[in-house]
């Protein structure tokens, strides 16, 4: 699962909770997990590149670092990589609707990010997971 950073998780600090539960939950399931932004990267994306050094996803691609942006091949493509994984296995949870075209016509899953609770249901689906979040 590849999640977009602004708009998706850069909300309040009980979205970011719920977002943090539901990767662990996806984590036990064997799913890895990554963010694809389309940041330029430097020192204004720590606070995307924490989720990593946290342990919380596997992996952050950042444009401005890989040269590509969403909704661009090449950026599906990068985090696809990043995650060892054949981009036609991987789902794109994004807020803009021109990034999740873009992902279906790379191959992927997309789903269309409004708000953590209907996403979750439609996450939870795909990957089978069971919880509250």
């Known amino acids: 699962m590849i999640v977009d950073y602004?708009?998706?998780?850069?909300e309040d600090a009980e979205t970011?909770?719920?977002w943090r539960q539901l990767f662990e939950a996806a984590r036990k399931e064997g799913v890895a997990l990554g963010i694809l932004s389309n940041d330029p990267g430097g020192p204004g994306a720590e606070a995307i590149?924490?989720?990593e050094y946290k342990g919380i996803v596997d992996a952050v691609i950042l444009s401005g670092e890989v040269g590509a942006e969403k909704p661009t091949q090449e950026a599906f493509q990068a985090a696809a990589d990043a995650l060892d994984l054949p981009i036609n296995d991987c789902v794109l949870v994004d807020d803009s609707i021109?990034?999740?075209?873009?992902?279906v016509e790379a191959g992927m899953v997309g789903v269309y990010y409004?708000?953590?609770?209907?996403?979750?249901?439609?996450?939870?689906g795909l990957f089978d997971i069971d919880g509250e979040f």
């Open 98 to 103: 021109i990034n999740v075209r873009g992902a």
């Open 49 to 51: 590149r924490e989720w």
């Open 114 to 124: 409004q708000q953590f609770d209907r996403a979750v249901v439609e996450i939870t």
């Open 6 to 10: 602004v708009g998706v998780l850069d």
């Open 16 to 18: 970011q909770r719920r």
